[in-house]
């Protein structure tokens, strides 16, 4: 595994098997054949080669099919593992996984909060080393590690450009600061891209599958994976649905612009009808502009437990989404959307029932085919699942920006 | 060339290398090798298979590089030919197109309008005869028609729900009618996806570009091109732009929603909004459904003449467009959006200007690399070019949907 990326219009073998073993769970050199394009010649070489990488091991026998019964394969979960990394404001959560996504062990850590990189890296790295030797690992054990950040990426720097909200976090080059620290190759990625790898790798989705994780930490994304391919536009910087306008009339949004899903229905805008009903002292909140995803997460227990007021807000709050995945979705024809993240709080029912309705309703796609909704069974670990993933899939990494 | 659709997960080997070709002009073998991943003997053997195929030429020696002088390839343009038809409801467009893109010859004819298929499809059948007949052909010359339309796109039955104005377009199997009245294979797309291809094909874009391009003809549409891949997300039904919201306490939209794109800015919101300002008599608009395209272009012309309330319906219909323009961008990350499509008119390059101001001032990555805004420079051929070169080129089909 190197950082290495490749632009479009390579060809990677290896990883379209790898990936077909994956979404398969058990298959054959011969379904290989078929469903690859490629010859049976090249299916049994790369098979031999991921055999001697341990990559794959051989499960027996498929069906009597008049010839000799085949040899099925499949991955090899334990051959290979990796840490993923999510840093966001609130937390820093850590996992160890194989190549099954499988977590093997997790760690949460304090957030950055506004803290420069100088005060949170160290404690990062603190976190990884202390996984690894919990499980009894020495760092050669693992591949690499995966990091999934909020900000605006820098795929040529491996940094960051923003967000992190000390500016401090502009142009920092987290990939190669951790890697020097860790002493193994790192990865960087969109939270929200990384959450969609995480539920494309782990919960087994066919790769013909087209799909959207919208994502919610302090803010929004959406991570979308089109058949199979991580969608990561020119420069990983995709899914700000955040800055979709909802209302152009609506309040001014940090971006500049009016009325952004961010500025109508994010964790601030939220608070900030809950304090304009006067809710602060019965829920408890701070109102401080680093209380937000806390406050948030109060006023979406109160929603969810039945208290009338926060469902009001908390509802015109999903509806705003909802109206942005609607036209989203007629822009991406999506087969399924997922909700993750930490960020939804109880309410993220309420959210995909929005959602799902207005989908139902309204989505140019409907007379011929359904946009599922579902809601992650990853919890809060699908962004760092997704990032390790990164470490463990070379497939998912061809399309990579950064050596463009 | 089949119409036959393959999921992904396939690797093209053949369709991967003609592309490599194709966005270098001239190439040698192992340029070939470094920028495809695949080995030396795979790009031989599928070099030699292209040239007895004639789809490539050998052009001569490179640079000199210390051992033998490189021999250079370069498509065979004349080596194939295909037809593209655009139907839409104003014109029915009949390109001629070798494997350059290159249009050879061109027919242009009424428009499908709200007539019924069995009136329209005929009709097509005669003007892509006398096309080929035109030049000198026969059937046998042409590797099959490529079909662009406006309409929700049936994948699976190779036909139409709906948009061309009479329902009797619902369900209609419009390859297959074709493809029985021609001879020859016919395939079916979007009308902005078509256009997106034409671009990528004829105008060069190198294989890491993603770009959309924003095509208008009687609505509007996004094509999508992400790093060499076209996106056609689950079925084919990707880019309704025209059904972003714009403004929710805007005007019902067809689609059942408010203010969206098409219901502020579309050419029926236009015309309407001209009338409002009394302007039917002086720009000679008449004011009809099936007329909205023409009195657009005549309100477009008058705004690129100067007209000063013309300008200011266009303008406003410019900034309703800019503003999903941005957001659109902020979900996809893109190098460079085209406008493109009959529909525009003489105002194109104020829409252009007006989202490139929007762009530079508000896109969420506008710190990380510009978003370039160009206007097609293939006029109203793009959707018609597009269609043709899904049949000229293996590899912008492998990802189709259809058989999924």
Same sequence: chains 1, 2.
Wanted: hydrophobic share 40%; proline share 3%; net charge neutral.
């Amino acid at each position: 595994m190197t950082d290495t990326a490749r632009g479009s219009g390579v060809v990677d073998t290896y990883g379209t098997v790898l990936d077909l073993i994956r979404s398969h769970g058990t298959v054959s050199r011969t379904e290989l054949v078929g469903r690859s394009g490629l010859t049976s010649p090249s299916i049994t070489r790369i098979v031999r080669q991921m055999l001697e990488d341990g990559l794959v091991t051989e499960v027996g026998t498929g069906d009597f099919t008049g010839g000799k019964r085949r040899t099925l394969l499949q991955l090899n979960a334990s051959a290979r593992r990796a840490v993923g990394v999510l840093i966001d404001e609130v937390d820093v959560t850590v996992v160890l996984t194989d190549l099954h996504g499988q977590v093997l062990a997790r760690r949460v850590a304090r957030g950055a909060g506004n803290r420069i990189p100088e005060r949170v890296v160290p404690k990062v790295v603190a976190e990884v080393e202390s996984l690894v030797q919990g499980e009894g690992l020495d760092r050669q054990a693992i591949l690499g590690v995966g990091v999934a950040t909020n900000g605006l990426q820098d795929t040529r720097e491996h940094g960051l450009r923003a967000d992190l909200h000390a500016t401090e976090w502009q142009h920092f080059p987290l990939a190669r600061v951790l890697g020097e620290a860790l002493g193994c190759p790192v990865v960087t990625e969109n939270d929200a891209t990384s959450a969609a790898i995480g539920e494309y790798w782990t919960q087994r989705l066919p790769t013909a599958h087209t799909f959207a994780v919208v994502y919610m930490t302090s803010g929004f994304g959406l991570g979308l994976v089109n058949r199979g391919e991580v969608y990561r536009g020119a420069s990983s910087n995709v899914g700000e649905i955040g800055h979709v306008t909802v209302d152009p009339a609506g309040p001014e949004c940090v971006c500049g612009r009016r009325g952004c899903l961010h500025a109508v229905g994010g964790n601030v805008a939220v608070v900030r009808q809950a304090y304009d009903l006067g809710l602060e002292t019965e829920l408890g909140l701070k109102g401080t502009p680093r209380s937000a995803p806390k406050d948030f997460h109060k006023i979406s227990k109160a929603a969810a437990d039945g208290h009338p007021e926060a469902e009001g807000v908390i509802q015109r709050a999903a509806d705003a989404l909802a109206s942005v995945l609607v036209s989203i979705s007629n822009v991406l024809d999506l087969d399924q959307i997922v909700f993750a993240g930490p960020g939804f709080g109880p309410s993220v029912q309420r959210y995909a029932d929005t959602a799902a309705e207005r989908l139902r309703s309204y989505a140019y796609v409907r007379a011929v085919h359904t946009t599922l909704v579902t809601i992650s069974t990853l919890g809060v670990d699908a962004a760092a699942l997704g990032a390790a993933s990164l470490v463990l899939h070379e497939r998912l990494t061809t399309n990579r920006p950064g050596s463009r």
